[in-house]
């Protein structure tokens, strides 16, 4: 599950950024992950590090290795895209990463209540919508943005790849 679920939502995400007019601009980004992860309540649980639905194990994946990737995630995602133009380059992007990182772990954490999928997805049109009139720019080079995104989507699937297979040799 800690492979494939991630792997499902990275596909989804993909499939629907290509297929959008907009293209890679962070309002897209940010609005088709929220409507990926949401909806996956083992996502949504590893994600919030749920102590009932994963007990230690969720607690033990999300405060090592992969839950400082996760973070670190939200930097790099930043500055990759401020390289290419698409997110003001005077931003600071720790912070911006702590603020899109929170405001997704919270709605996340708001899953336990139950969202409609018009709602999901007017809340997560809104929340992208302003971070990209906040920070975004259109006139950036969506091509760099593109293989920035699938260069840093790849390195977390080899990581959580590296997790399993550690996972397995310990089982056996």
């Not at 492979?3 to 950024?17: C, F, T």
């Amino acid at each position: 599950l800690v492979a494939r679920e991630p792997r499902k939502v990275l596909d989804d995400l993909i499939q629907h950024l290509d297929a959008d007019s907009r293209g890679y601009p962070v309002f897209n980004i940010y609005k088709f992950s929220v409507r990926a992860l949401l909806p996956n309540p083992f996502l949504a649980a590893m994600y919030t590090r749920d102590r009932k639905t994963l007990g230690e194990y969720g607690t033990r994946l999300m405060s090592g290795e992969i839950g400082r990737a996760g973070m670190n995630f939200s930097t790099d995602f930043i500055r990759h895209f401020q390289h290419a133009g698409m997110i003001d380059p005077d931003v600071n992007p720790e912070v911006l990463g702590h603020i899109m990182t929170g405001l997704k772990y919270g709605l996340a954490g708001m899953s336990a209540v139950e969202m409609s999928p018009d709602k999901l997805e007017a809340i997560s049109d809104l929340t992208g919508e302003m971070f990209q009139r906040a920070f975004g720019r259109e006139d950036g080079d969506q091509a760099a943005a593109q293989a920035a995104l699938k260069e840093m989507f790849a390195a977390g699937l080899s990581l959580l790849a590296q997790l399993q297979t550690e996972q397995k040799r310990s089982a056996s």
